[in-house]
């Protein structure tokens, strides 16, 4: 089999699966349902590596593949295949993409055994995956373009998925209508592709794109910023971010797969996708390197105060991917990658870890509340540790690679890139600090209630359902999460799926030791070598330089968080009271909820308003009243003459035709 | 005989019968009436199918008299019904279809 039938079959086995499970959910039983989500995206997995492993077979220098089945669109010059493009980083995006979902549907599997909806959701997350490969498949823009689409509807069914609580479907309705946003540029960014290039088609746009645009014209700038506003939207980059923190209304399996490990990866795949374009426009390359650096900072600052557990976790993917904005702008994609890949390890991890510790906590979400996890929940303790661990960079683990990775390129570009090294040690510092904060106000000290009532009896809480963002109490029928909660511990699919990623957290960066090993830079190489940025390596010692640094940072962050949380607890509430406006500024996540308000949300509502009560009321009520009016005073003139007088129809008729008969006579002579 | 002989008959007895119409009250009289404008339309087609010479106008004076006797026979059917009601015979007294 080529490689490209093996890709074709990653795309068919989710959606089979969506399909049989949202047809068959009123047959099938829950286990069966689930099985066949999980296997559906295993068995994509393996054809995933099935792909891999026929395209190393190959000489580098061939292994990119098109293939389509049937013409999609084909009328006025033009023509849209559905077709896919099977590339290293297309292979590398699937692999990463099927593995962590496989895991994460193995995790759901236990985890939302309880809730009613269980077949719908099996049916929305093999959705999602196939929408998700579609995407990272897509050998044009069209397709590529509806995979982009599919996904922000997955994202918005997914959040929404418990639909009677009514925060859910707000936020639901938020990530959708900011996604719309990011469609809209990438659409508009492709008609300027068609009208420039002719083509839809990656390789022909590709290929012919450094010939018909100058470096930095004006045109290629602009495609490449709308590019940038779909890729901001989905990838939750200032100011398109607000809708991220809001989507961990969804089940937690939903935050773990969409919203850290894949869907939101998807604009930094569709920047190094399109490298190409923004090779020709490094403006436009900066500006999306300056928005990722800004958007990991200020991410960065939000998740050191937030309490709520989802969203400090969400506030740190915003930051992360900010990492890999910042890595695949400057033209560090492998790196990017990389970290794009160690990423959705542990943060896949870190959000299982988080649904494991809501669910002992009854739902319940404050940090505030937590406390003592360590001793009640050992298997979960530790792989927050090393979720933590190498989110927080610590040598060794996987994100002390990859992130380390990216800095080092910069500092090797030069210039003023350096900026983006010292800035990204900057927002490491924060990461460590924000990650072990977490980590030490949950899992040491006295145990809360919850955590000691497991502990005495073994049995996890139960307590009235209770929306964590407003306290209101929930039913627990259809479209609510089940009265029963499961942890680890007692869940054998989700500790054998937080093991997996676990293991791989920590060991996921040894591919790519400096000096060492460099799997995935050989194995992405050849999709990236048309990059006039491609020959930039960091030297090894340089590299190790700044691992080495990386390293310090992160153990001073985690020692800060463990004075801070540990050693004197009392200092966080001191430090608040010292530096209150800025604590305010962060506690309000840089008020970029209201200057949306206020910028876009209510111009808008005035308009509304305005031509609600102005324009609809005079204008258009005002014509077609009128219309009306007069037909009506016409018709009233017009109905005397229907007098019931047989014998007034009768002169009329004859005064008619005698009047004719005259006007004829006077016309002839 | 010229034409003109035969017109002027015809358009005295057409005359006649819209004078009648519009003067008249009972629907009989009425009907009586609208029989003679018909027939004098009838006189002038036949006349002018002389006058040209071909068959035309008399198949069509024809025509004319086969929509005559439909009319009566509707028209005497409504005024059987109006009498059988013991609504008066009169069209200014039946005025209900009014707007």
Known sequence: MSCTSWAWLVLLFPLLGSIVIGLGFRALPAKTAGIIGTAAIGLAFACGVATLLCLLGEDPEARHHASSLWDYANAAGLDIKLGIFVDPLSVFMVLVVTGVSTLIHLYSFGYMQSDEGYRRFFSYLNFFVFSMLLLVLAGNFVLLIVGWAFVGFASYALISFWYRRGTATGAGMKAFVINVVGDIGLVLAAFLIFRELGSFDYETVFTKAPQVFSVNEWTITAICLLLLVGAFAKSAQLPLHTWLPDAMEGPTPVSALIHAATMVTAGVYLIARTHVLFDLAPTAADIAAFTGLATLLVAGTIALVMTDLKRAIAYSTMSQIGYMVVGVSIGAYSAGMFHLMTHAFFKALLFMVAGSIIAAMANRQNIDEMSGFGKAMRFTSAMLLIGGLALAAFPLTSGFFSKDEILAFAEARGGFYVIFTWLGYVGALLTAIYTFRLVFRILPGKACKEAQELIDTGHVVHAEPENPATGEVEDTDVGFPGSEHHIAEQSWPMKVAMGVLGFLALVGGLVQVPGVDDVIGKFLEPTFADSPLSHIHPTVGAEWEGLGIGGVISIVGIGIAYFLYVARPETPAMLIQRLRPAYTLFHNKWYFDELIDFLIVRPILGVGRFANRTFERLVVDGLVTGTAGTVRGAGGIVRLVQSGFVRSYALLLIAGFAGLALYFLIQSS | ?99
């Open chain 2, 1 to 99: 005989m010229a034409i003109e002989w035969y017109v002027v008959l015809s358009s005295l007895i057409f005359a006649v019968g819209a004078m009648g119409i519009l003067t008249r009250r009972s629907p009989i009289v009425i009907l009586l009436c609208l029989e003679l404008m018909l027939n004098a339309g009838n006189l002038a087609l036949i006349a002018f199918s002389r006058m040209v010479g071909n068959q035309e106008g008399q198949v069509f004076a024809l025509v004319v008299m086969v929509v005559a006797a439909c009319e009566v026979v509707i028209g005497l059917g409504i005024i059987v019904a109006i009498f059988r009601r013991k609504l008066p015979l009169d069209v200014d007294e039946l005025r209900e279809l009014q707007g």
